[in-house]
């Protein structure tokens, strides 16, 4: 059994917290309850669009990677249906600074049309990547809107269809 503890603090954020002192390494993983099923269906992709835009930098951080790295730490994200899930790992004697940056873009994300653009074309790439360019890729494109002809699950979370 994981002993943990659980609070909610002032602003709502909940918060589960695990102490291992058998690693020097921490972990931070912020979860947001949205993903690609609170979208407007003629409107896809915002969800996994914006996780990657949550990487761009916040109004005082412009480099959100480069600060992490500095400090021995790496992170990643994902977005599915349900979720958006943003984690860091990092030696725990750094761990203030993962707490820093993720507060700083929580209050602070900064948007700029340079990095709104290059992360509509990563999102774009990867999903070739994942979807068209490896055999059977497209079958859950297709498969999707079959099971799910009437529910948020009905389109695939990497599409992006976005209006400017």
């Given at each position: 059994?994981?002993?943990f503890?659980?609070?909610?603090?002032?602003?709502?954020?909940?918060?589960?917290f695990?102490?291992?002192?058998?690693?020097?390494?921490?972990?931070?993983?912020?979860?947001?309850?949205?993903?690609?099923r609170?979208?407007?269906?003629?409107?896809?992709?915002f969800?996994?669009?914006?996780?990657?835009?949550?990487?761009?930098?916040?109004?005082?951080?412009?480099?959100?990677?480069?600060?992490?790295?500095?400090?021995g730490?790496?992170n990643?994200?994902?977005?599915?249906?349900?979720?958006?899930?943003?984690?860091?790992?990092?030696?725990?004697?750094?761990?203030?600074?993962?707490?820093?940056?993720?507060?700083?873009?929580?209050?602070?994300?900064?948007?700029?049309?340079?990095?709104?653009?290059?992360?509509?074309?990563?999102?774009?790439?990867?999903?070739?990547?994942?979807y068209?360019?490896?055999?059977?890729?497209?079958?859950?494109?297709?498969?999707?809107?079959?099971?799910?002809?009437?529910?948020?699950?009905?389109?695939?979370?990497?599409?992006?269809?976005?209006?400017?």
């Amino acid at each position: 059994m994981i002993h943990f503890e659980q609070f909610t603090l002032a602003n709502g954020l909940q918060v589960f917290f695990h102490e291992d002192k058998t690693t020097p390494i921490a972990a931070v993983n912020i979860l947001y309850n949205v993903g690609s099923r609170d979208e407007n269906p003629e409107r896809t992709g915002f969800a996994h669009f914006f996780e990657h835009l949550m990487f761009t930098g916040s109004l005082h951080i412009p480099e959100y990677d480069e600060v992490l790295q500095r400090v021995g730490g790496e992170n990643n994200a994902f977005t599915s249906p349900d979720v958006t899930n943003y984690y860091i790992t990092l030696p725990v004697t750094n761990l203030e600074t993962a707490f820093w940056l993720e507060s700083d873009r929580m209050l602070g994300l900064a948007f700029h049309e340079k990095k709104f653009e290059a992360q509509r074309g990563v999102v774009i790439e990867e999903f070739k990547q994942r979807y068209l360019n490896q055999p059977y890729g497209d079958v859950w494109l297709k498969l999707r809107p079959l099971a799910y002809q009437k529910h948020p699950y009905h389109w695939n979370t990497a599409i992006l269809r976005l209006r400017r």
